[in-house]
Nanobody, 125 residues
Framework: QVQLVESGGGLVQPGGSLRLSCAAS????????IGWFRQAPGKEREGVSC????????YYADSAKGRFTISRDNFNNMVYLQMNSLKPEDTAVYYC??????????????????WGQGTQVTVSS
């Protein structure tokens, strides 16, 4: 059974940092790209970052460039999203998702078939 479980969310002040984790089980992580998405209230789910199966290629949305870093540990079936210099507009539920292929391609929800339950990130003073 494919399962993705996010953790690491919470309340942080503007300028702070959080590290999100995505624990994968039920499949071999080495064969799939993994993406991070977020959804704020009243907004569509958007792609934030993605990493291909080997970790050799990454994608970042413009809003994440220079602040977020995605990484993966295929041996331990984990994917991470390090988020620095957080802003109030980063407030959202963050999801990790398994791509249908080994590469990220276009990072939209249609290219990802398995999703975690999400973890809340709130950036507020």
């Amino acid at each position: 059974q494919v399962q993705l479980v996010e953790s690491g969310g919470g309340l942080v002040q503007p300028g702070g940092s959080l590290r999100l984790s995505c624990a994968a089980s039920g499949f071999s992580l080495v064969y799939y790209a993994i993406g991070w998405f977020r959804q704020a209230p009243g907004k569509e789910r958007e792609g934030v970052s993605c990493i291909n199966s080997s970790g050799g290629s990454t994608y970042y949305a413009d809003s994440a460039k220079g602040r977020f870093t995605i990484s993966r540990d295929n041996f331990n079936n984990m994917v991470y999203l390090q988020m620095n210099s957080l802003k109030p507009e980063d407030t959202a539920v963050y999801y990790c998702a398994r791509a249908t292929t080994q590469i990220c391609g276009v990072v939209s929800t249609t290219g990802f078939g398995s999703w975690g339950q999400g973890t809340q990130v709130t950036v507020s003073s």
